[in-house]
Structures are given as structure tokens and as C-alpha cells.
């Protein structure tokens, strides 16, 4: 559904949405492998936000992932609307210069605003909270002027559209063939309260749901694109946040798949304790769902306990783990050090887990603390928050800072070593690919297809293969997987082990941050971030 507030005016709407700052879970190495990949994923809420804008006001939407918005861009617009997430915070402020140099009225909101506003005070027009009344309310007011006010306008959202009232993402406006993967959203916010969590604060407790009919409309406008990722990454903070609705919702993603010949693979994020619903491992196995971030944090139950974060210790993560996997889906993790309950044991027991998990892709990071989450108020109460740009995180561990930024430099080191990596793609190709559904061939087969396929094979055996210096671990687990007929398993592994492995490099040189999230260089505010794969990219992590 698109605005309904009435509006006189035509305004000229350019949407930015900033660059990201390079992290483990951008993958950005692995883009040059990939033939014309040049961005990690399409920012679901500004889509949105350019869908439900009058259909009078034309809208022209740049991702400077991609391309940097111009001066013709800039020179064309009468409103520039951006949004994005704290990682981005400098990025942002670059482009609110960039279109008040040009004389244009800045706009900002999305996760980053809503959750420190405080960061942002030069911008004109500030939108805080998802898509409800202060986005009608912006809406007038910019149909009534695109002057810059003398002082910042905030508006608030209070009361937020239904879910089932969203427009469809503006697909239309990005060039799918871009990005690595794509993004759907399902549902929003998340029932449980982890202390360095900030969704439940934005996006609430009760998760808020689209129809199924609603979600498959979605699919069938991205799958109009005739190149697109081939894996869909369902953005929401907690896939089962509400299981009753996943569990009715599936069976129409299966029907779909179905009727379209499995054209796409979709990954999302959940709590550990999916491992506990056969009935939605199933059809998700079925609906060809073959990736699951999962915030496992640590592997240590009683430190889960102590930030709220119990039901994630519900089973023995190592069983959840195995359980996720034999249903053809493997896990990647987010894990935090410099937790309160740390101590000198606590490198060396999580160096096993990696070990133990066979995770191949484990998003290793410092603790920050949020804005709007339980974790901040806490240790600013105690004044253990620290904003000294020249630290990796704003929290002042309990720990010595060094101690705790050398054991997670060994972690790195040691999860993202070729030899272990490739250790534990090869334990999932017994655990976890070998249980994925045989899809129909057929509708893989497009000219498309076969062309990304041919040059990243070419690219992978190149790059990786010749030229890297860990290619003879890299062809020993090629060679089992070509063995057991995995050629997928062959591609995967490539991009994704010379992204891992390139960065963890860079980051043990010093030339990326330890804190997962954070942003190296100075900004006004502190530098927290959330501990999700996500956070970084669009939207959140469970
Ligand atoms: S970390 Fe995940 S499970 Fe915990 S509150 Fe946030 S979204 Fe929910």
C-alpha cells in the first residue's frame, strides 16, 4: 500500500543508501570472483520507504554500494532521503554534506537514527521508528516545503503500519543482478530480551507478520528480474520469533518453489532453539532453505544465562547444531568476546568450539554496547562506557582491553587458518549438504545461470586455486566435494573461504576493526553495534 496523505506538490525523491564499511559479513573479497556482483545485499527498508512514497513524487534510488549518487543525482532531487545502520554512521553524514552542499533538503531515517538520533544533528528532518504515522507526517510536510528548516524537524513514529500494509519493496528501482543475495522480509521484531540486543526496543516483542500471499507477490517480483542472487536472505530479526505464523507460512513457500521449479535457496536468521521444531526444520528443508545465521555468542551456557540469552543454551548447542544441519541447512554464527563472564579459559574454549562446531563461517566480535538496549543502560550505569574512538569497543571490559583484543586476533587467526576452514567445509558436506533436496535442474539452467556459473568457476580456479597461497587445502576439499558430486560445494567454498581468509589477513595487519561492527574512525557517538550477521548489512540477527 502506498501513502495515503493527499499531497499538491511534485517532489523528486533521491533515495541514498550509504556504502558499508568492509566486515567479515559483507563478503566484499568475493565480488570480484563473481562476474558483476558488486554489493552484498538490497537495502530492504529504503525499498520500502521509496514504495510507499506518492506515486506522484518520481523517485530515483542510488546504492553507493554500487555507484556513488552524482551531482546530476544530487542537482535532480528535491528531497535526498537516506537510511542505514550504525556501521554506516560516517558514510551517512557524508552523503546529508553532499546534498546540503547541493542545496538539498536532507533526510534520515531507518535503524541507526531510530536507535541514536543524538548522532545525527545536522541533518533536516530527522524519521524515527519503522514506517507508520511519521512517515505520513513527513510526507506533509515535505508536500508542503523542501526548504531546509532553520532548526532539525523530528518526527516519531507512534503508531506503525501493519506489516500486512506494506508495499512491496521497490525492487524495481535496484539491479538485483548486482547483489550477492537478495532480501525478503517476513516478519518484524523479536519475543526475547538479550542484554546487548536492540530490537526488541525498535521493533518490538510481539512480531509483527505479512500475509503469505504478501511474501509470494514479493517472490514473484524479484524472480520478473531476469538476473538475480540466487539465494534470498529473509531479513527478519527472528525468523521464528512467532512459530505458529512460520509454521503456516512455510507450506506456501514450499507450493511456490514448487510451482516455479526451486529457482531460488533462502537463508535466514533464528534462535538456537529452532532445533527444537522438526515440523519447521522440515519445510524448511523443503522449501530449499540452506543457510541459518544463529547469535550463538559463546558456547559457554551459564555466560548465555547471564545476558539473557538462556534459550539459546535450551539443548547442548552442539546437538542444535547437528540437529540444523541434518536437515540440510548449515548454521553460521555470530560470537561475542570481552563478555563480563569471560575469563583466560574462555579463548581457548571457544577455539574448541570452532573446532568442535564444524561452523564454517563463524562472525567473531568484540562486545559493544547499543543505544535503547539493556546491555548500555547498565554500563552507564556503572560508568563502564568508554567513547574513546581510538578503542575497538565502547565497553570497558572486565578484563585487560589488550588481553581481550589479543584473544580475539588468536580466534580469528585460528577459525579462518585454511586448514581449518576448509576442515569444517568438509565436514558439512557429509552433515549438512548431502541433506539438502535434489531441486529440478531444469529451472536452474538459464543462460544467466550459466553464465554466473561459468565465471566464477574460472575465477574461483584462478584466483583460488592458482594463484592463493592455501589452494592446496582449498583442492584437497574440492576434490571430496567433486567427489560426492558436489559442484555447488566447490563454488561456495571458493568465494566464501577467499573472502574469510583475505579479511582476517587485513584484520590481523590492523587494517580492519576487531570489533565486528564497529567503525575505525572517529564519530560523535559511540561506536556500538549489534552482534548480528545482519546488523551490519540491513536489518538484525537473532
Ligand atoms: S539477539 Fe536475536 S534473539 Fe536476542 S533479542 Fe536480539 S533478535 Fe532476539
Redesign the pocket.
Known sequence: MRCKIPVTSKRRVLCVFPAYTPSFGTFAHAYPLMGGVKAFMPPQGLLLIAAYLPESWPVRFVDENIARATGADFAWADVVLVSGMHVQVEQINDIRRRAQSAGKVAVLGGPSVSGAPEWYAEFDYLHIGEMGDATDRLVTLLDESVARPPRQIRVETQERLPLSEFPQPAYDKVPLKRYLIGSLQFSSG?????E?????ALYGRQPRLKTPDQLLAELDLILRQPVRPAVIYFVD??FI?NRKATRDMLPHLVAWQKKNGYPLQFAC?A?LNLAQQPEILAMMQEANFITVFV?I?TPDADALRSI??G??AKLPILDSIETINSYGMEVTSGIILGLDTDSPESEVRLREFVDASNVPVLTINLLQALPKTPLWERLEKTGRLDHDPGLESNVRFLMPYDEVVAAWKRCIAHAYTPEHLFTRFIHQMDSTYANRIKVPVRSQLTLANLRRGLVLGFNIALRVGLLSDYRRVFWRAAREALRRGQIEAVFNMGFVAHHMIRFTQEALAGQQNASFYAVRAEVPAPRAK???FLAAINR???
Open positions: 523479536c519475543p526475547y530480551r538479550c546487548f540486543c536492540d530490537i526488541p530479526d527472528n520469533g536468521e534462535t547469535g555468542e539473557d540469552k534459550h539459546n549489534r552482534q548480528g538484525r540477527a537473532a
